[in-house]
């Protein structure tokens, strides 16, 4: 029984961080006004926010298995309280403090409409924050990741997200500043005789 | 004729002589500047009720109207705003004097002879709505007559409540009310989107009251004198007397004070030559670079007051009025101007920063020789497309001055796109800054 | 009780979620900007207008009581 939860959670963990690696590259194409080829726009939101929950939900499920199994004592409490676990102090630290940022974010977006919108936004932008610790997290306490066809799965994450960053970070440097928007719209449309 | 824009633009009250007296004008303007002492001779020292809320019935009477372009019922302002502050505790009253119109002189030219009536206003309307906090917002640094002014009623205990002085940035929405309450905050003078209103939420989140330097003026005549006073000159619906700033050809701009109700051929003349060979006038514009032209042979009949110029599309605003000579090329000074406009869009709605910089070229276009067949059809697209769809009223205002140019100047639109023009005069006629705003700082 | 459909057009950055969720209502100008029937929601609609609202991803969409 023990083996079933101890397999149950390094599946459940690997499948949450493919879907975590989904969840964020779907956050950059949202603010990018991106699309998924043959999808309506309500597509990518609408991914976005259902890859999110979904990501949540292997994780508990990750958690609690990881917690029922009984060859190592993890507490419960330790899955949102980090580096209070007997085992693997560290690496599981980062897991609890990836899932916290995780929670706020999804709080904050579920009463989106009644916050600040700058605190909504910043939280929002903890996702940066968040993907990295848990990947450090997935690295670190599990030996599968850490060769043969597994590490070249979260390597090909690893990669997708510095290339979506990339792209963003490259948006970002482009953007013209609110008080020069009114010019570049004129040095487009300057009819010239 | 360049517009000596910092120069101090010369003042009368309309119409002279012994029409003037049977007006019951001048009221706001002294012939010459007037200090605390000459202030204090005339009208005797500033006229607390003692209590909040005792000014409101008086205004109300009076039918005061805001002076800054919306001709807001200001007893309606005073109201709303004491009772959001009943509520909350805090209130803040703001007396606007950014002039943010570069036609527009009158604020300046007030604030400069009779700073102590609007600064009387100021602490009136204060005590009525129960203000804690006063602010003065300035179009440039304060003149040396407003800080002497303040410095005098200092000495004398006049003002209750210290008044704060911020100056705006030279910015067309910098005098918009949530512009201004952004930037007193020490944000940029930038518009927000309403609601609530800042009647509700302002300053600091407190119910703000913002009134234009001269309703605040006639506000502290009213306090004195009654609204009965204030409703002896003027129309029945539009009762008092308002500031103008007139443009007429061959003359320097001049402040004028006028009855509302007063034809408009009275202070812009008949349109005909001045007999001694100056041009006469082609077409009238009024309310300023969001206000309507309107072509002379409708203007025979039209009075100073809104009932009068609704039925012509237009409407008062802050009282500029200019009669274009007849030697120049209105498409030129329309296109000159709404190239302003455009380029003082706050850049915040994507309606706005996307139409008001094509519709000004498109102008450009008609302006020059020749143009493309669908250059009109896209003016009136672009028109239809920004109107109403900002967070301000920026591009609706827009849309008013190019919809009524391009109606009054068709035929000269006709002429262009043949590649003639009847201008002989080049110079430019309707006033506008140099440059354009392209960082953050230029709108703090 | 009516409502009625805003769109704030600071927040507002063109998604054009808005209109693909509820084309009755919103259509998109030549910029990408949402022009809103300002007239009351239909009460047919009101589930679509929600939607349409959640969906923005700049939260520019209000649904208002008028």
Known sequence: MN????????????????????VLVLGILV???????????????????????????????????????????????????????????????LGAVSLDIMLAMIVTSLLRGRLNRILWRAIHLLAYASWPVAFVHCIGSSTDLQQGWMLGLAVGCAMIIAAAVVWRLAHAARQVPRAGRVAAVFSRHTVTR | MTTALNMPVPHESAPGGAARQAAG?????????????????????????????????????????????????????LAAVARAGARQGRTVVVANGAESEPASRKDECLLRVAPNLVLDGLQLAAETVGATEVHLYLHRAPGPEILRALAERGVRGLDRLAVTITQAPPRFLAGQETAVVNRLGGGPALPTFQPPRVSERGLGSAPTLIQNAETL????LIARYGPRWFRAVGTATEPGSMLTTIYR???????????????????LGDGDGDGAGGPGAQAWLVGGYHGTWLPLRDA??????????????????????AALPSDRCGLAEVARVVGYLAAESAGQCGPCLNGLPRIAAGLAELAGRGHRRQTRADLERWSG??????????PDGTVRFVRSALTVFGPEIHRHARGQCSATDRAPFLPLPQGMPTSEEDWT | MAETLRVNPITCAGHGVCAELLPEL????????????????????????????????????????S
């Not at chain 1, 292997?58 to 949102?80: K, N």
């Not at chain 2, 050809?249 to 051929?265: D, F, N, W």
């Not at chain 2, 497309?385 to 920026?394: I, K, P, Q, Y």
Request: glycine letters at 10%.
């Open chain 1, 3 to 22: 083996t079933a939860f101890w397999y149950a959670s390094r599946a459940t963990g690997i499948v949450a961080l493919l879907l975590l690696t989904a």
């Open chain 1, 31 to 93: 603010n990018r006004q991106g699309r998924l080829p043959g999808l309506p726009r309500f597509a990518v939101t609408d991914l976005h926010r259902n890859l999110s929950l979904l990501s949540v939900a292997f994780i508990v499920i990750h958690v609690l298995t990881a917690v029922l199994d009984t060859y190592v004592h993890i507490p419960l409490i330790s899955a949102v309280i980090p580096f209070t676990s007997g085992y693997e102090r560290l690496w599981l630290g």
């Open chain 2, 25 to 77: 004008l001048p009221r706001l303007l002294p012939a010459a500047p007037e200090d605390l002492r000459a202030h204090l001779a005339r009208y005797g020292p500033t006229p607390y009720r003692g209590q909040p809320g005792a000014l409101v019935a008086d205004v109300e009477t009076s039918g005061l109207t805001g002076r800054g372009g919306a001709a807001f019922p200001v007893y309606r302002k």
């Open chain 2, 217 to 220: 003026a006639h506000l502290a």
């Open chain 2, 249 to 267: 050809p061959r003359a320097r701009p001049l402040v004028v004070e006028a009855e509302i109700g007063t034809p408009l051929r009275t202070l």
């Open chain 2, 300 to 321: 025979a009949g039209i009075t100073l007051d809104n009932a009068s110029l609704r039925r012509f599309g237009a409407a008062a605003g802050a009282g500029v009025l």
């Open chain 2, 385 to 394: 497309l920004v109107e109403g769809r900002g967070a301000c009223h920026h």
């Open chain 3, 26 to 65: 919103v259509t998109l100008d030549e910029w990408g900007y949402p022009i809103v029937d300002p007239g009351p929601v239909p009460p047919a609609l009101d589930r679509g207008a929600r939607r349409a609202v959640a969906g923005c991803p700049a939260l520019a969409l209000k649904l208002l009581r």
